[in-house]
């Protein structure tokens, strides 16, 4: 058997997991030394930290003075299902979904809420929706950012200035690595342990002021739990964004959000943490175009995540592989490159077509995304020599 030269450079940071994704460079536990730990969470300390990370959170994302921002339990998935079990009904719903996620968002409102006007756009993996078909009379739910296609909306323009409906954004991939146009948001939510490699199970929910007239003047026909009831007494519970959480924060996890916000201010805020995104992923695309076996999992262009970036094995050879084989192939040069520890974690999603998923976020360095690259080629090669 052929013996296949290993590249000499390997990257300073193997950590290419698309969640929980890598902590920021030079990380460690002494970030974390003053953390408000032994203390109720609504104490003073413990409050105020709290209301830090949701002010931080409001000056660097520039989050507009009228929308509330909210920290709450179960991730970006707790945050998403708060706001799908407590403002939908009211009217139709318009779901759009192209990756398992947002497919998930989908079986919730329609076999779960049992929502009966509701409107599907649906796209296989790599592609978008019909944007334009979406009706703005109703809701809207949708992802920005597909973490497990690699797939993302271009930008807002496609959404209704004179909407009547709400839009509601799973926008956990994209939150500090995206521009958001948040006039064109309702409800947006996002993790923590996406791009600002944070600590995870903490979940944050940012509304418009038509988020929260919704709330005040609309009541499910469903009962809600404890931990997604926004209103009380038909008015928005306000200490849930300025600190109060609806249950018992991790205020380790809490001191490790606060170190990941003052490390975005050092690197030039939102757009410095942009820019980092944009050239880790822009790496991956130089070696895409110069690199026969491989292609993005994206069609367009205008449509690949800066973040989650997911490729394909286009090799005549292997393509003619069955949809098994072809997951076998991709999860064996995974297993090469983890065993090499060069890369960990970046086979695709397990409901995604066969291929690699490499986290390109701000918290990864451009030089380490650029190590990793001719890894990929040799453990191409190599499990393609093991056929």
């Not at 146009?181 to 939510?189: A, E, H, I, M, N």
């Amino acid at each position: 058997m052929n013996v296949i030269t290993k590249p000499a450079l390997r990257p300073a940071n193997t950590h290419f997991s698309s969640g929980p994704c890598s902590k920021r460079p030079h990380w460690s536990l002494d970030a974390l030394k003053a953390a408000a730990l032994g203390r109720s969470h609504r104490s003073k300390p413990g409050k105020a930290k709290l209301a830090d990370a949701i002010k931080q959170t409001r000056d660097l994302l520039q989050i507009p003075d009228d929308y509330r921002i909210g920290i709450v339990p179960g991730s970006d998935t707790g945050a998403v299902e708060m706001a799908l079990w407590s403002m939908l009904g009211a009217r139709g719903v318009d779901m759009l979904a192209w990756e398992s996620f947002g497919a998930g968002w989908v079986t919730d409102v329609v076999k779960q809420l049992k929502l009966d006007n509701v409107t599907k756009h649906i796209a296989g993996y790599g592609k978008l929706p019909n944007l334009a078909a979406v009706n703005f009379d109703n809701d809207v739910v949708f992802t920005w950012n597909g973490t497990t296609s690699g797939v993302r909306v271009p930008n807002g323009d496609w959404i209704a200035d004179d909407r009547q409906g709400l839009t509601i954004c799973d926008a956990t991939s994209a939150v500090f690595a995206t521009d958001l146009p948040w006039d064109k948001l309702d409800v947006t939510t996002y993790s923590w342990q996406k791009v600002l490699g944070s600590e995870g199970a903490h979940g944050m929910i940012i509304l418009s002021p038509r988020a929260v007239e919704r709330l005040e003047t609309y009541t499910p026909a469903w009962p809600l739990p404890k931990i997604f009831r926004m209103t009380s007494n038909g008015k928005l519970n306000e200490g849930i964004f300025t600190g109060a959480t609806i249950n018992t924060p991790s205020m380790l996890a809490v001191e490790d959000y606060l170190d990941a916000l003052n490390w975005v201010r050092s690197v030039g805020g939102l757009h410095g943490m942009i820019k980092r995104a944009d050239s880790n992923s822009a790496e991956i695309s130089d070696w895409v175009a110069k690199t026969a076996w491989v292609d993005f999992l994206p069609e367009l262009e205008n449509t690949r995540s800066n973040t989650s970036v997911c490729i394909k094995v286009v090799d005549a050879e292997i393509a003619e592989l069955d949809a098994k084989d072809q997951a076998a192939f991709t999860k064996k040069m995974a297993t090469l490159l983890d065993a090499e520890n060069v890369a960990y974690d970046i086979g695709s999603y397990k409901d995604a077509p066969a291929g690699l998923r490499i986290w390109a976020g701000s918290t990864i360095e451009a030089s380490d995304v650029a190590a990793l690259m001719p890894w990929l080629d040799w453990a191409f090669a190599t499990a393609k020599a093991e056929l």
